[in-house]
């Protein structure tokens, strides 16, 4: 499965159907497209943080959504529609105030549904800080 969308297309469509991702400003950015994976990147800001400096667990499964979303409609097209019929996050290690990743691997991709693998790490990615699994509708097209 090749992607059909390039990274600035990518951006361009979220800034005009979802602009209240940037609600904080840019904090997300899509980093890597390729078949069958997205990345993105979250720069933190006080604003995502729990006590004791660690960034909450919204906020990381903000981020597998987000990145989640993209590797679909990056491997479809810009679908506004296709949207989370379900998102389940293991949160593993405690993440810092610094630049997490969130990588997509998509499971399956059907007419209907799009199964997408996300793991989320910080310097390393073999430790990760969370691992979530999402469920996406795909409107008829």
Do not use: W
């Not at 078949?35 to 660690?54: A, F, I, K, N």
């Not at 630049?99 to 990760?128: H, M, N, S, Y």
């Amino acid at each position: 499965m090749q992607p059909v969308m390039t990274i600035d297309e990518v951006h361009r469509f979220l800034e005009t159907d979802f602009p209240q991702i940037h609600t904080d400003g840019r904090v997300m950015t899509v980093t890597d497209i390729s078949s069958g994976h997205v990345s993105m990147r979250l720069d933190p800001t006080d604003r995502h943080l729990r006590p004791g400096g660690t960034v909450s667990g919204p906020a990381l499964f903000a981020l597998a959504d987000v990145t989640a979303y993209v590797a679909v409609i990056v491997h479809i097209g810009p679908v506004a529609l296709a949207v989370t019929t379900s998102l389940n996050i293991n949160f593993l290690r405690l993440p810092q105030l610094k630049p997490t990743t969130c990588t997509c691997r998509i499971l399956k991709l059907g007419k209907r549904l799009a199964v997408i693998e996300a793991a989320i790490f910080q310097d390393d990615p073999d430790a990760l800080v969370a691992h979530a699994t999402a469920t996406y509708s795909i409107p008829p097209r």
